[in-house]
């Protein structure tokens, strides 16, 4: 496989369930993000993690838990949500590094909260 | 503060013809990159171009041109010979801060239809 893989694609669950997404990138890359996409709003950036280590929490409410076991992994924990927070969660890869690096993104996990 | 600006939230070209999507954006920051992305339907965010902030030859990359006017601080991208494909969201965004702090930053999007 390759560039960044998000998993599930689509994901319904109830305000009391609990569920992860996860992303798996195989670009070599030392930074991980996740977004949030909702309708008319612009990519909220809600996590960065650069070797591995938190550097942003954007005020994302603790219902919201992320984990980066390794660089090449990243996981949102999902708990007690609420209906506004059905949205599309983007996940995102780039190397620190002056220059040209993009960001790499996956194709995003459609979340719905019932 | 919106730090990307992207004022037209819809679009229409006709096919073939050449479109020019508007960004500007705000930074205090001496060093930055500028990005456009095309999203189609399906959700992908896909690369177009970037755009160095001490590049002083515009970007190109294929039928895509970014016109940089650093003074004015906008970013707007240029797309040439209009295909039906090019029809998709296509957002603008700058990546701030140092190394290991990197963020993206992204604007509101314009939504671009090519007309046959």
Sequence with gaps: ?114 | AQKITQTQPGMFVQEKEAVTLDCTYDTSDQSYGLFWYKQPSSGEMIFLIYQGSYDEQNATEGRYSLNFQKARKSANLVISASQLGDSAMYFCAMREGASGTYKYIFGTGTRLKVLA
């Design chain 1, 1 to 114: 496989e390759t560039g960044v893989t998000q998993t599930p694609r689509h994901l319904v669950m109830g305000m009391t369930n609990k569920k992860s997404l996860k992303c798996e990138q195989h670009l070599g890359h030392n930074a991980m993000y996740w977004y949030k996409q909702s309708a008319k709003k612009p990519l909220e950036l809600m996590f960065v993690y650069s070797l591995e280590e938190r550097v942003e929490n954007n005020s994302v409410p603790s219902r919201f838990s992320p984990e980066c076991p390794n660089s090449s992994h990243l996981f949102l924990h999902l708990h007690t949500l609420q209906p506004e927070d059905s949205a599309l969660y983007l996940c995102a890869s780039s190397q620190e590094s002056q220059g040209p690096t993009e960001a790499f993104f996956g194709q995003g996990t459609r979340l719905t909260v019932v």
